[in-house]
């Protein structure tokens, strides 16, 4: 790419562009306690929670920005008994709305009434395939059972299921198995997501990172599974950053893709983004949303490719994943203005696969769980 070409991208590149998705964290409360949660240590309490009115005007201010679809989030969405409300503001704001949910905690009767009021897609989580290993994982005895009853009346509804997958060590092994369950629920997609090292992830890494013969006979098995499942199941698959060549465009990108409400209203470009020191988040209840996004602190500091430094600064492909993850270059280099460290061209890249390597090889199968 020559020099002109480059900095009409970086001009381009620098102004805020319209997002495309809102993911509401409603709440951080959860039956659950998944050690790769993803989200920050220090839970945010219900007495902090924004309430269903704010979510309301918080949604009809994204409409009006171009956002054009909701991620109903947690923690558990459904610990919060006003969702059925706050779902009917995302319909009424013009959202897509898209329930994430572990399925504990939400009653056949609320479902229904969530659909009565137009909720568009779910996507349920899955921690294993059986319900001792699923139970184990989650902290949660019962709760594996829960899904399979909470997937069925899904699509009984007629309501598109996603199945999300998170997938370490300790169940990567049964990935074909996770495929056939997906099938046999009923999902019309499934996402195999390899655990992402922040939050309580980055905590446990010793007991979830996945060795590299286990991610590479997991590419194996996704490449049949969609040759086999075409038009009956798609499935999302990425490699995990440690072992691939370039980072991925983290989010799409800082500030260009979406933003994350906290449950108590502050607006991040990304959820682990508070790992960052030194920036300064907004807060809904202080500062239009639309106003946030465009020139908030938070969402300038990396938006863009002025940031850069080097190999990203000449690296043509600099607008393509825009130096991949700022929270997992802070973590492993110390500078979240560093090249992520899962480029094969960061100085960092050596020593990231040889401590990913090292955890994958521990015996160490015990979980911190995720707890208020
Ligand atoms: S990852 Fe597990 S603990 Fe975290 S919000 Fe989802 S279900 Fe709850
Ligand atoms: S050097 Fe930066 S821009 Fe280039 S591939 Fe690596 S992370 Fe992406």
Redesign the pocket.
């Known amino acids: 790419m020559n020099a002109e070409a480059l900095t009409a991208i970086e001009k381009a590149a620098d102004a805020a562009p319209i997002p495309m998705a809102l993911l509401a964290e409603l709440t951080?409360r959860?039956?659950?306690?998944?050690p790769?949660?993803?989200?920050p240590l220090d839970l945010i309490r219900r007495s902090s929670e924004l309430s269903a009115e704010t979510w309301a005007d918080v949604f009809a201010q994204a409409a009006a920005m171009g956002v054009l679809h909701v991620h109903l989030?947690?923690?558990?969405p459904a610990a919060r008994r006003d969702l059925p409300e706050i779902v009917e503001s995302a319909v009424t704001a013009g959202l897509y709305t898209n329930l994430?949910?572990?399925g504990?905690g939400l009653t056949e009767a609320t479902f229904a009434d969530l659909v009565a009021r137009g909720l568009d897609h779910v996507q349920l989580?899955i921690?294993g395939t059986d319900a001792t290993t699923a139970d184990r994982i989650?902290?949660y005895k019962g709760g594996f059972d829960t899904k399979m009853r909470v997937a069925a009346w899904i699509v009984a509804a007629g309501v598109p299921l996603t199945v999300n997958a998170?997938m370490h060590r300790q169940n990567l092994d049964r990935l074909s198995e996770t495929i056939d369950l997906a099938v046999r629920l009923g999902a019309r997609r499934l996402e195999v997501a390899h655990t992402q090292y922040h939050g309580?992830a980055y905590r446990n890494r010793a007991a979830l990172m996945p060795t590299p013969g286990q991610v590479a006979r997991s590419g194996e098995i996704v490449a049949e599974a969609r040759r086999r499942l075409e038009g009956v199941l798609a499935i999302d698959y990425v490699t995990p950053d440690h072992l691939a060549k370039y980072p991925k465009p983290c989010m799409g990108g800082w500030g260009r893709v979406g933003l994350n409400v906290t449950p108590s209203g502050k607006v991040l470009p990304c959820h682990a983004a508070e790992t960052i020191p030194g920036l300064v988040f907004d807060t809904v209840t202080e500062r239009p949303l639309a106003e946030i996004w465009r020139e908030g602190a938070a969402f300038t500091a990396f938006r863009g490719t002025g940031w850069m430094q080097e190999p990203c600064a000449s690296c043509p492909r600099k607008a393509v994943d825009w130096g991949g993850c700022r929270c997992q270059a802070l973590a492993w280099t110390g500078d979240a203005a560093a090249t992520d460290p899962a480029c094969t061209l960061s100085p960092h890249n050596a020593r990231m696969r040889a401590e990913a390597t090292g955890e994958a090889a521990d015996a160490d199968e015990a979980f911190a769980y995720?707890e208020m």
């Open positions: 951080h959860c039956p659950l306690k998944c790769y949660c993803s989200n989030s947690g923690g558990e994430i949910t572990s504990v989580s921690q989650g902290g998170v309580w995720r």
